[in-house]
Every structure is written in structure tokens, then in C-alpha cells.
């Protein structure tokens, strides 16, 4: 069985740094392109950025890059996103998937919640 | 930056047609895919590559493409359809940059 399990979400401050994880089990993580997708309280889903399965590429949304990093450890079966320079909009339940966009099924995790407050 | 624009809301009757569209320069060389998101949920994929449904999502469920117009149907509403619905695309640089529809609530009563 596929999962995705989130993990790292918290209160920070703005202008802070946090590190997403996600754990992913039930395939051959290696293989697979993957995904942070966010959701701000009450607001629409926004794709946030990919990685390919090996590591060498990724993109971002406009309004991330240069701020988040994305990166993977296939050894370790996990997904990171590193979030700096933290604002209030980056308020939001941050989701990994294993999206159906670029492979055979559609896999997300249950969610971590951040939220970027003083 | 590229964008899909979707209708804020659609209501329909239960065992009536709904029927939302997702518009998009990109459309007529790029999949879509049509997500449901219920409260509380994670989204759940009900269309993929257009018209294509996974497995477990009913038949009511369709999709088709047309230019620079994405279509989910739904067939035969019923009230636990009712949720938000969301299109899913890529953009057309070459780099694999994701992008979601503003978002359709569909009401059914």
C-alpha cells in the first residue's frame, strides 16, 4: 500500500526557515517524479514545486522560488521541502503526492499544517 | 504566470447534469485533471489525461477536452457529490510547472 506521510509543520515566526519531510512507502520512491502541493485556510489548492525522480531537476511556482527548496533522498525513501524567508501567506496545510501527472496512480499524504505568524 | 480560471459555483439538482469547465491557453497541448477536495479531505483524483477515470470513481464522472477548454461532467448528480472541484494542468515551458484551477464549488440541492 502507497503512503505518504507529512511531517515538520509548525508555528514559525516570519522571515523564518522550516524543513517539510515526507516519508513515502508502499512503492519505489526512486522512481518516481514528486510533488508539494499547499492549500491556504479556507483557499484553493496551489502547486508549489517537483522534483524528478533522481534529484536533477525540479521547478517551482512563481511565488516560492528562490525562498523554497525542494530535494529528495532515496536512500531514506523521502521527500523535503526547505522553506525559508517565511511569510504570512505561506500559511497553509502543505500535501506531497505521487501525482498521476506524471505516473500511473494518484498518491497524497494526509497533510502538515504551517503557519507563519509572530 | 500561467493560470486556469473555473466558474466560482455550480448548483444542480440531485439526478440532474453538472457540468464545469476549466479554461486554459495551454489546454490544447496539455492534459487536464480534475480533482475532488471535500472538507477536511485531501483531493481526490476523479479524471485524469482529459477523459480517462481511475478506478473506484463512478461512472457519473466524465471528462473531455476541446481547444483551450477542459469539461467535467458529472452525470446524475448526487448529494455526495457535492464538493469542491479542481482542474489540474501544466504550463507549456518545457519545465514541468504545475498549476491548479481557481476552484469550483458544486452544490447539489
Known amino acids: 500500500e502507497v503512503q505518504l506521510v507529512e511531517s515538520g509543520g509548525g508555528l514559525v515566526q516570519p522571515g523564518g526557515s522550516l524543513r517539510l519531510s515526507c516519508a513515502a512507502s508502499g512503492f519505489t520512491f526512486s522512481s518516481y517524479w514528486m510533488h508539494w502541493v499547499r492549500q491556504a485556510p479556507g483557499k484553493g489548492l496551489v502547486w508549489v514545486s517537483r522534483i524528478n525522480s533522481d534529484g536533477s531537476s525540479t521547478s517551482y511556482a512563481d511565488s516560492v522560488k528562490g525562498r523554497f527548496t525542494i530535494s529528495r533522498d532515496n536512500a531514506k525513501n523521502t521527500l523535503y521541502l526547505q522553506m525559508n524567508s517565511l511569510r504570512a501567506e505561506d500559511t497553509a496545510v502543505y500535501y506531497c503526492?505521487?501525482?498521476?501527472?506524471?505516473?500511473?496512480?494518484?498518491?497524497w499524504g494526509q497533510g502538515t499544517l504551517v503557519t507563519v505568524s509572530s | 504566470s500561467y493560470e486556469l480560471t473555473q466558474p466560482p459555483s455550480v448548483s444542480v439538482s440531485p439526478g440532474q447534469t453538472a457540468r464545469i469547465t476549466c479554461s486554459g491557453d495551454?489546454?490544447?497541448?496539455?492534459?487536464a485533471y480534475w480533482y475532488q477536495q471535500k472538507s477536511g479531505q485531501a483531493p481526490v483524483l476523479v479524471i485524469y489525461e482529459d477523459s480517462k477515470r481511475p478506478s473506484g470513481i463512478p461512472e457519473r464522472f466524465s471528462g473531455s477536452s476541446s481547444g483551450t477548454m477542459a469539461t467535467l461532467t458529472i452525470s446524475g448528480a448526487q448529494v455526495e457529490d457535492e464538493a469542491d472541484y479542481y482542474c489540474?494542468?501544466?504550463?507549456?515551458?518545457?519545465?514541468?510547472?504545475?498549476?491548479f484551477g481557481t476552484g469550483t464549488k458544486v452544490t447539489v440541492l
Open positions: 489540474y494542468s501544466t504550463d507549456s515551458s518545457g519545465n514541468h510547472r504545475g498549476v
Open positions: 503526492a505521487r501525482a498521476a501527472w506524471d505516473s500511473s496512480g494518484d498518491y
Open positions: 495551454a489546454l490544447p497541448k496539455k492534459y
